[in-house]
């Protein structure tokens, strides 16, 4: 058996105060997922997840506040035959649902909060954010 081609990734963990987690929707795509993205040459993975949170969420992420949570690997959403490999990084600080520095930019079309409260997940997470969230509870 031939073991999938891995995308190396960065996904961020951001929460609001309720502890609800953002997803996104990537434009031309169906499944939500945390922010994050690809690296560019050169970049470490905390790096990624800076630039990415600037690019797609016009969001300035402070380093300090970002702790690795770990890599997870699981099929890619949007890419077939590809899985993904990300490492995770969870931002300490909440944030603000109505804040004015958080909109969606770049290739993302939608941001859905996605409560952590023990209701069923919806059907259009990601496959990789359905693999993270149990350790997030």
Do not use: H
Request: some cysteine; aromatic content about 4%.
């Amino acid at each position: 058996m031939v073991d999938s081609a891995v995308i190396r990734v960065s996904a961020v963990v951001l929460r609001d105060t309720t502890g609800a987690v953002l997803t996104v929707r990537k434009r031309g795509t169906a499944r939500f997922m945390f922010p994050g993205g690809k690296p560019e040459p050169g970049e470490s993975a905390l790096q990624t997840a800076i630039r990415e949170c600037r690019e797609e969420l016009k969001l300035e992420l402070d380093p300090s506040q970002l702790q690795p949570r770990g890599d997870y690997r699981a099929v890619a959403a949007n890419e077939d035959g590809f899985d993904v490999e990300a490492a995770v990084f969870v931002c300490s600080a909440p944030l603000a649902r109505d804040s004015d520095t958080l909109s969606p930019a770049a290739e993302i079309a939608e941001l859905r909060w996605q409560p952590l409260d023990g209701s069923a997940l919806p059907s259009d997470l990601a496959p990789l954010t359905k693999c993270v969230l149990p350790d997030l509870i």
